[in-house]
């Protein structure tokens, strides 16, 4: 079988870049596997990465597509008109996009709907912001591409890597319900395991300045503005606990702003950003609890790796992940918007002993979601899919 994915770009922090080099490996791992067992070749998957900057690993195939272009708009139409004429080559039996591009096979909706994310994101903007953002060319183009891609009849098959995401589709857009597939993102359980806190509890603790007894919570992430950082901060301020601590990890061009927002909420003593990291378990394992108030997010890979390590999680209604969450029992649910709430969660989290009440249920929930569990049904659906219909 010969698999071509589609990613434009290659960010290390991005949760989409990650889903990528995780369902490569797993692909990887399985053809291995398959081969010690003298499978027949015709059940081994080829893959090859279609994409226009890419850091991933040496070994990967990588078919680079990069078009001249001045602006995102210009960036993104070139990308895809490129694409599209990859596909109508051939070569591929399997082509499966992680961007809004018509006339391929498979769709992973990693970045959720846009015309959710803009009505979301409008609740929070003044009415010129509002009229701004829907003149705006590079929205309009994206609109326009998401609804063309859906309503496309070559699309065999969209995976959804939440049912918040899956519904939102089925209701926005007439997309028949068998072609909505429900993969969540794996998460390597050993690398991303409760044991951490006792491999780095205490040298991050003292490396950061923070007491061992102090709540310490801990947000990753880049696009603050999405990810509701500002929000976070207005509802530190407002706790009752002053003894906790926020650790703001993630690259964002916006950081020196949200810096500066925590000076003037008073925060400077409780919350220190550290930018982006290549490595997050450290802090996994020396924080108490994560939290993600997100105005949007299909299924954060951060938040999985955080219940994964035994880490309650806060976060929102309009966040993928919060149907593992049962308020708690391994973390807290609310709006994004509503300040006053997440600062009552964050105190809830903050009383001695509550987080650590929650750790084996946060574990629990997500001991399921293993990345060969991903590959299994990512295989699984390409066989479906290449197989005729008897």
Same mark, same amino acid.
């Given at each position: 079988?010969?698999?071509?994915?589609?990613?434009?770009?290659?960010?290390?922090?991005?949760?989409?870049?990650?889903?990528?080099?995780?369902?490569?490996?797993?692909?990887?791992?399985?053809?291995?596997?398959?081969?010690?067992?003298?499978?027949?070749?015709?059940?081994?998957?080829?893959?090859?990465?279609?994409?226009?900057?890419?850091?991933?690993?040496?070994?990967?195939?990588?078919?680079? +597509?990069?078009?001249?272009?001045?602006?995102?708009?210009?960036?993104?139409?070139?990308?895809?008109?490129?694409?599209?004429?990859?596909?109508?080559?051939?070569?591929?039996?399997?082509?499966?996009?992680?961007?809004?591009?018509?006339? +391929?096979?498979?769709?992973?909706?990693?970045?959720?709907?846009?015309?959710?994310?803009?009505?979301?994101?409008?609740?929070?903007?003044?009415?010129?912001?509002?009229?701004?953002?829907?003149?705006?060319?590079?929205?309009?183009?994206?609109?326009?591409?998401?609804?063309?891609?859906?309503?496309?009849?070559?699309?065999?098959?969209?995976? +959804?890597?939440?049912?918040?995401?899956?519904?939102?589709?089925?209701?926005?857009?007439?997309?028949?319900?068998?072609?909505?597939?429900?993969?969540?993102?794996?998460?390597?359980?050993?690398?991303?395991?409760?044991?951490?806190?006792?491999?780095?509890?205490?040298?991050?603790?003292?490396?950061?300045?923070?007491?061992?007894?102090?709540?310490?919570?801990?947000?990753?992430?880049?696009?603050?503005?999405?990810?509701?950082?500002?929000?976070?901060?207005?509802?530190?301020?407002?706790?009752?606990?002053?003894?906790?601590?926020?650790?703001?990890?993630?690259?964002?061009?916006?950081?020196?702003?949200?810096?500066?927002?925590?000076?003037?909420?008073?925060?400077?003593?409780?919350?220190?950003?550290?930018?982006?990291?290549?490595?997050?378990?450290?802090?996994?394992?020396?924080?108490?609890?994560?939290?993600?108030?997100?105005?949007?997010?299909?299924?954060?890979?951060?938040?999985?790796?955080?219940?994964?390590?035994?880490?309650?999680?806060?976060?929102?209604?309009? +966040?993928?992940?919060?149907?593992?969450?049962?308020?708690?029992?391994?973390?807290?649910?609310?709006?994004?918007?509503?300040?006053?709430?997440?600062?009552?969660?964050?105190?809830?989290?903050?009383?001695?002993?509550?987080?650590?009440?929650?750790?084996?249920?946060?574990?629990?929930?997500?001991?399921?979601?293993?990345?060969?569990?991903?590959?299994?049904?990512?295989?699984?659906?390409?066989?479906?899919?290449?197989?005729?219909?008897?």
């Amino acid at each position: 079988m010969k698999l071509a994915l589609v990613r434009q770009k290659y960010n290390p922090y991005g949760g989409a870049e990650r889903f990528v080099e995780r369902a490569l490996a797993a692909l990887a791992l399985q053809n291995s596997q398959a081969a010690q067992a003298s499978t027949t070749p015709d059940q081994k998957i080829h893959t090859t990465l279609i994409t226009r900057q890419w850091q991933g690993p040496a070994e990967q195939n990588v078919l680079m +597509c990069n078009p001249f272009y001045l602006g995102r708009l210009w960036r993104d139409r070139g990308f895809s008109y490129s694409v599209q004429a990859i596909v109508a080559e051939g070569r591929f039996d399997l082509v499966q996009s992680h961007e809004r591009i018509p006339g +391929c096979d498979i769709y992973r909706a990693g970045d959720g709907v846009h015309a959710t994310w803009l009505a979301l994101r409008g609740r929070g903007q003044s009415a010129f912001m509002r009229l701004a953002t829907i003149l705006h060319p590079w929205h309009r183009y994206t609109l326009a591409a998401e609804s063309a891609m859906f309503r496309d009849l070559r699309l065999k098959a969209v995976i +959804c890597n939440s049912r918040m995401v899956r519904d939102d589709i089925a209701n926005r857009f007439d997309v028949a319900e068998s072609k909505l597939h429900v993969i969540y993102n794996g998460v390597d359980l050993q690398l991303f395991h409760p044991s951490l806190r006792e491999t780095h509890r205490h040298n991050v603790r003292a490396n950061l300045g923070i007491a061992e007894a102090a709540p310490f919570f801990l947000y990753v992430g880049s696009g603050f503005e999405r990810k509701g950082v500002p929000q976070l901060l207005h509802a530190f301020a407002l706790m009752k606990n002053k003894a906790a601590q926020l650790l703001i990890v993630g690259q964002d061009k916006k950081q020196k702003n949200m810096e500066r927002l925590a000076s003037t909420l008073g925060l400077v003593q409780r919350v220190q950003f550290v930018g982006g990291q290549n490595d997050v378990k450290p802090f996994y394992g020396a924080a108490d609890a994560f939290v993600l108030p997100t105005l949007y997010d299909p299924f954060p890979n951060a938040a999985l790796e955080a219940l994964a390590c035994g880490l309650p999680v806060i976060t929102s209604t309009t +966040c993928g992940v919060a149907e593992f969450i049962r308020n708690g029992k391994n973390g807290y649910v609310g709006n994004a918007h509503d300040e006053v709430q997440l600062a009552h969660h964050l105190d809830a989290l903050s009383v001695p002993g509550a987080s650590e009440r929650m750790r084996e249920h946060a574990r629990s929930s997500v001991a399921h979601l293993g990345v060969e569990r991903m590959a299994e049904q990512l295989i699984t659906l390409y066989q479906t899919l290449i197989t005729p219909p008897l």
